[in-house]
Every structure is written in structure tokens, then in C-alpha cells.
């Protein structure tokens, strides 16, 4: 039986010689992984690979038989046609740390439709705008509102956020907290809307720490959490 569907990719992994594995997030059916195979052979196929890059969103139909086993994808056309996210190599190396950290933390094999706005609401700003050098760090706080340990905000005035307990404290009792200019940061970012993200002057370095505390909370909160392998390179660019 197959289904149609909209889809975000958020992984893709080769499989032998010619072949894709492709994890997506789609609308209907939440997490699936699709087993393209021979589509990265010289032979006529409808299912082209330059399809399957990094939270391209699709419109897909499906096989949809929920054994557990690859499912088959037997249509896909671009939903959305980006002007910027994967030719711009700022936007680039920012979709291609934050779709790896997708692919750790989407896991629901069910339908999350406020999560699917979400991710075709913010990509699609993304992709849209100029480039803002602190999207990603609110997109990832953002995220955890989803996925369920997004930050207490009702103490903001104190003066530590502790990342181990998820709340604005007033002393630093458990010394994995973010204080000082990092935390008037990190407000800022929990504070601003997307459209004034641009308003938040920030260097490389406190980008680069704040970061690194986000991704500590997401270690904290979320089990079997690892650090993403493209994490150095969205350090060097900026």
C-alpha cells in the first residue's frame, strides 16, 4: 500500500555501491527510513539523488506497511525549491550540522504535526533571509520545546541557568550552569523572534561557548545524545 506524504530529509546514507538509505520526517507517518535502491546508478530512474540533500522538503508517496523493515519511496518532487540553503556556504554548513542533529533526536515513528510546522516554517525563513550567524542556536532551543525539555523560564532573573536541571537558579550549585555575559546571551536568544535574531550582536567566540552549552543541555537531557561530527566545522566558518 502506498501513501502520499510531505517529507523533510534529515539523513542520508549510502548502501553499497549504488544505493541510498534516506531517513525522513514526514508529516503523516513521522520518522521513516526509505531504501532508494540503484539510484546512484547510471540507469533511468524517476527518484533523482539531488532530491535527497539535507532537510530538502519533498512531496513523497510511499510504501507504508509499519514492519519495522526500509520502506520504499515510489514518487518524490520538491515541495519547497530553496534559493539559498545549499549554495550558500554559511547556510550550508548550518543545514548540515543542524539536519545531523535531527537524525539523533527525531525518533517518533508517529505524527508530530506542530513539529513539521515548525521545521517548514524555520527552514523556509532560513533559506529566505540574509544570513543570521545565531539561527541555529535558536532553532536548537527552540527544538527542545518538542522534544520535551525546553528551559524554565519562570526564574529568568536569577542568575545561573542550570543546564543539568533545565532552570534559572540563583547560585551554582551543580557547576554545569551558564552565568555572566554568556547567560545575558543566552536570554536574548531564548527572547528574540526570528525576525530580530539579527538585533543580537554576538562574536564567534560567545557563539561558539553559548553553543557548546546548548549542546551540553541537549547531553543532559536527551540519552545517547553525541556530539555531531560537523560540529567543527560550523566553528571555523563563524
Known sequence: MYSAT???????????????????????FGVRSYLLQGVL??????????????????????????????????????????????????????VMFLSEIC??????????????QFFEEKLSFF????????????FLI???R???????????????????EGIFSH?????HSISGKELIFFKDIISSEYTDLYKVKSSKNERNILLSHILKYYQWHFPGFRKPKSLEVLQVLF
Open 103 to 116: 537524525s539523533f533526536v527525531c525518533v517518533n515513528e508517529y505524527a508530530e504535526p506542530e513539529l513539521y
Open 146 to 164: 518538542f522534544l520535551g525539555f525546553y528551559p524554565d523560564i519562570s526564574n529568568e532573573d536569577n542568575s545561573f541557568f542550570s543546564l543539568e
Open 142 to 144: 527552540d527544538l527542545t
Open 41 to 94: 546508478s547510471s540507469k533511468k530512474t524517476t527518484l533523482k539523488p539531488a532530491l535527497f540533500q539535507s532537510f530538502m522538503q519533498l512531496e513523497l508517496v510511499v510504501s507504508n506497511r509499519n514492519t519495522g523493515a526500509l520502506e520504499r519511496i515510489k514518487e518524490a518532487k520538491v515541495a519547497k525549491i530553496y534559493q539559498s540553503a545549499h549554495t550558500d556556504i554559511y547556510k550550508s554548513s548550518v
Open 6 to 28: 510531505k517529507a523533510i530529509v534529515i539523513s542520508v546514507l549510502k548502501y553499497g555501491d549504488n544505493s541510498l538509505i534516506v531517513k525522513c520526517f514526514t508529516q503523516e
Open 127 to 138: 533559506d529566505e533571509n540574509e544570513f543570521i550567524s545565531n539561527f541555529h542556536l535558536k
Open 171 to 175: 547560585s551554582d550549585e551543580t557547576k
